[in-house]
């Protein structure tokens, strides 16, 4: 009876010591096939950030994160797609798109995402290029998208380029699909950016693809319009185009200071109030200044109704504009609009806002009384962070 008890034991010994070798092979599997975790990103400086509460196109940006990439995926291929040529001031430049193709999979079908437009000489000498991630973001699966166009002012003539996440120039979509933009001409006879990426401006391309500024301003720059928001409504800032110094500029500055001379502001029209424009339900009332200002005199209460009639006549706002330099775009690991040109108003100012109220003209800025004439309450995302 001694050797089968001592069988047994053998037996259960090699059984307790196969199954701890196999279970430290699954632990090791396992830890090998997990993906790397999330580490915190800083915002890289010079990201699209709004200032002080101007409403942006929001774009996101793809976490920097490292993770194994499936065996069943399938392969990225590269193609190219070549824009132009574009004539500027008697050269010819062509915008190369590189461009990678996903294969259909059982999720999602074939695409095609742009991640690097160059602008080329008739040499084929790359005289500039960006870099973009092939998705936009995964989670929706969006592509960079890029289109190029001949700029054409009153005192000079450039290259426009636009991208964004899955744009459309045919169907216009500024809440969630707005191109942006980068400016090229001639300086010294040297093609170069006038600045980074920039908010999409109103001018569209004509029946033969040509852009056309708003008009002149002075003997060598032109003017673009920029529709910036402030989260409760929307303005219309003028952009100085320098054809002759390859720079982009606010529009020429108002002598006008508020009353005391605390800071300059200039007046704005306001781009299309009905679109978002929402009745007052109840009988309240506003705060009317006659210039403004709250220094300026002590304000009028001015009662509002739901068949009140309201018109918003104009607006007036310090604006900055802040410019990295456009000469070194990002690199490929850096986020495509790092060198975002940005404008908004000044920090610690308001935008005034002028009304007619029931034939009473005058002038309100808080946000008691705009919601008070029907403007809608600003999104979180529209706030300074």
Same mark, same amino acid.
Request: aromatic share 8%.
């Given at each position: 009876m001694k050797v089968p008890r001592l069988v047994v034991i053998g037996l259960l010994a090699v059984v307790v010591i196969a199954a701890a070798w196999r279970a430290a092979r699954t632990r090791a599997f396992d830890q090998a096939d997990r993906p790397l975790a999330a580490q915190p990103v800083a915002p890289a400086q010079g990201s699209a950030k709004p200032l002080a509460r101007v409403q942006q196109p929001s774009v996101s940006q793809p976490p920097a994160v490292a993770t194994q990439t499936p065996a069943a995926a399938p392969l990225e291929k590269e193609t190219e797609e070549r824009l132009g040529p574009f004539a500027i001031s008697g050269n010819n430049y062509t915008v190369v798109l590189r461009k990678k193709h996903l294969a259909a999979t059982e999720d999602a079908g074939a695409a095609d995402g742009v991640v690097a437009m160059e602008i080329v000489d008739t040499a084929g000498t790359v005289l500039y290029r960006r870099s973009f991630p092939l998705e936009a973001d995964p989670q929706s699966e969006t592509f960079w998208r890029v289109f190029a166009h001949v700029l054409s002012g009153t005192n000079g003539k450039g290259l426009l380029v636009k991208s964004g996440p899955d744009i459309d120039e045919s169907v216009p979509d500024p809440e969630s699909k707005a191109p942006y933009e980068q400016i090229f001409g001639l300086v010294n006879g040297k093609l170069v950016p006038f600045s980074g990426p920039f908010f999409a401006t109103l001018e569209k391309p004509d029946a033969s693809g040509v852009v056309r500024t708003e008009g002149a301003l002075g003997s060598q720059a032109d003017e673009l319009r920029m529709a910036l928001g402030t989260g409760r409504f929307v303005m219309i800032v003028p952009i100085r185009l320098d054809w002759a110094q390859g720079k982009l500029m606010l529009g020429?500055?108002?002598?006008?200071?508020?009353?005391?001379? *605390?800071?300059?502001?200039?007046?704005?029209?306001?781009?299309?109030?009905?679109?978002?424009?929402?009745?007052?339900?109840?009988?309240?009332?506003?705060?009317?200044?006659?210039?403004?200002?709250?220094?300026?005199?002590?304000?009028?209460?001015?009662?509002?109704?739901?068949?009140?009639?309201?018109?918003?006549?104009?607006?007036? *706002?310090?604006?900055?504009?802040?410019?990295?330099?456009?000469?070194?775009?990002?690199?490929?690991?850096?986020?495509?609009?790092?060198?975002?040109?940005?404008?908004? @108003?000044?920090?610690?100012?308001? *935008?005034? @806002?002028?009304?007619?109220?029931d034939g009473k003209v005058g002038w309100i800025h808080s946000d008691e009384d705009l919601a008070a004439v029907g403007l809608p309450e600003p999104k979180p995302e529209d706030q300074q962070p």
């Open positions: 020429p500055q108002c002598a006008e200071t508020a009353a005391g001379g *605390a800071h300059a502001t200039c007046q704005y029209q306001i781009y299309d109030p009905s679109a978002y424009l929402q009745r007052p339900k109840a009988v309240t009332f506003v705060r009317l200044y006659s210039t403004p200002d709250e220094k300026s005199g002590r304000a009028e209460r001015v009662v509002v109704k739901p068949v009140s009639q309201i018109e918003f006549l104009a607006c007036r *706002a310090d604006m900055v504009m802040k410019q990295p330099d456009a000469s070194s775009p990002p690199s490929p690991t850096d986020w495509p609009l790092k060198d975002m040109l940005q404008v908004g @108003l000044a920090p610690n100012t308001d *935008a005034w @806002l002028q009304v007619r109220l």
